[in-house]
């Protein structure tokens, strides 16, 4: 059989469509990710004991568990107890806390980076303990973070793929119906691939601008 990518013409608004659904995911769960992470990693840091401990635990959990195995515990798992949630929110929620979890460690890795003078001089000048972190520490950790939680946005991107699995229309799930119908899997395959990679330049474009903006600022 000859390869004829004519076939994907037909296709090509769902594809896009897929494509849209793939990075708005891409945007809702890696902004979660980016919040959720930083205030897990500043409670863990800061945080009483009490606090401090099960969100190390939490860093761990989801570190240490398959995105796969989270997924299905919230889409399947979560209804066997009475709680529905609809698959778009459960990819989305899946996905931003499992990269949550890597995220926070970087941030907590990020502020335990940053020199402890500053801590000192800032208490110098008046600060207290609240203050401190506030205007010195956190911002300085933020910058440090960003270029590793900018290419984990990049993996959570790739991993959207995952997502199929519980019937989100997204580009590799509207690809595969595609192909259900033509018979024609390396056409559409390659074409997801080339989606996955015109976004994913698009998204190292914007990250490097935003990480040259950061480290003038630093």
């Known amino acids: ?15 896009l469509q897929g494509l849209g659904w793939t990075v708005l995911v891409t945007v809702l769960a890696g902004t979660l990710s980016i919040v959720l992470g930083t205030g897990i990693a500043l409670t863990a840091q800061y945080g009483a004991a009490a606090f401090s401990v099960p969100m190390r635990a939490i860093i761990f959990l989801f570190m240490a568990t398959p995105l796969l195995l989270q997924l299905y515990l919230l889409y399947y798992g979560l209804s066997q107890i009475g709680i529905m949630l609809p698959a778009f929110w459960t990819g989305v929620a899946g996905l931003g806390v499992h990269y949550a979890a890597y995220n926070a460690d970087i941030v907590r890795t990020s502020l335990q980076a940053v020199d402890p003078g500053q ?19 956190v911002p300085q950790a933020l910058l440090i973070a960003f270029p590793s939680v900018g290419n984990n946005c990049i993996i959570l991107l790739k991993d959207t793929a995952v997502l199929s699995v519980i019937g989100i229309t997204e580009l590799v799930l509207e690809s595969q119906r595609a192909i259900s119908e033509t018979y024609r899997p390396f056409e559409f395959y390659f ?23 950061a480290e003038e600022i630093r």
């Open 1 to 15: 059989m000859t390869l004829d990518f004519g076939v994907i013409i037909p296709y090509w608004p769902v594809i």
């Open 119 to 137: 801590t000192e001089a800032a208490r110098t000048l008046g600060f207290g303990r609240w203050a401190t972190p506030r205007h010195f520490i």
């Open 191 to 213: 074409t997801a691939a080339v989606c996955y990679y015109v976004v994913n330049l698009v998204m190292e474009w914007l990250l490097a601008g935003a990480a040259r903006r």
